[in-house]
């Protein structure tokens, strides 16, 4: 299942973190606010119940979202670190986890994971969060390392921009995940999307010394 999101919020904000001259302080508030309005998107989507509280006055009528007790948030290293504390903050109570997966640079963009540190994930929503999906190969290494550790109830793919590609490669491997992105950008260049954002995790941290 894939979910383009046209929120203008989020719209708006994409538009902000594309600028070249971004700040790294006010791209990373950018990705965090992206991140917690996509959550909302998802979490309209969870099931509700209708409760009764008590007012100061009287009774009341309302609905509580059901399930976010059951929450795993797991972050791809590093890139994906201030999206996922906008995501942290509308799941308040959901459990965290990182990956770390090492992505050749050159085709066919090869993914190999390095590093995993994940929570119990069985019956559990996941929530993978990754800036971009772009040729589709860390987001399958990924899926592939989580599902070796459990069965999750759902699988989710909260990216800001995402190729057809990505996606299809996704999905034709592992058909249970949704997906919600923001925006659908079908260049690749040296396994970058076009235009897209850049190198999330460089523009954020500062590119590392190899």
């Not at 070249?20 to 965090?32: A, T, W």
């Not at 009774?59 to 059951?70: F, L, V, Y």
């Not at 040729?135 to 759902?154: C, E, F």
Request: aromatic letters at 6%.
């Amino acid at each position: 299942m894939l979910k383009i999101l046209k929120n203008i919020v989020l719209q708006d904000r994409l538009t902000r973190i594309r600028n070249k001259n971004i700040e790294n302080r006010d791209f990373k508030d950018g990705m965090l606010e992206m991140g917690r309005y996509i959550a909302y998107e998802f979490q309209s989507t969870m099931n509700i119940e209708e409760v009764t509280v008590e007012t100061p006055m009287s009774s009341a009528k309302g609905i509580q979202i059901r399930e976010t007790d059951d929450v795993v948030v797991i972050a791809i290293l590093r890139a994906a670190l201030p999206m996922a504390d906008g995501v942290m903050s509308v799941f308040k109570q959901a459990s965290f986890g990182v990956l770390g997966v090492w992505r050749e640079s050159v085709p066919p963009y090869q993914a190999e994971l390095g590093y995993i540190k994940i929570p119990e994930i069985e019956n559990k929503t996941v929530l993978i969060v990754d800036p971009m999906l772009a040729t589709g190969n860390t987001m399958t290494t990924t899926i592939q390392a989580i599902l070796q550790r459990g069965s999750p109830q759902r699988i989710v793919l909260l990216n800001i921009i995402a190729t057809e590609e990505g996606v299809e490669k996704v999905l034709e491997k592992h058909s249970q995940v949704e997906i919600y992105t923001c925006s659908i950008e079908n260049k690749l260049q040296n396994g970058y999307i076009v235009p897209g954002l850049g190198d999330a995790g460089n523009i954020a941290f500062g590119k590392p010394v190899d």
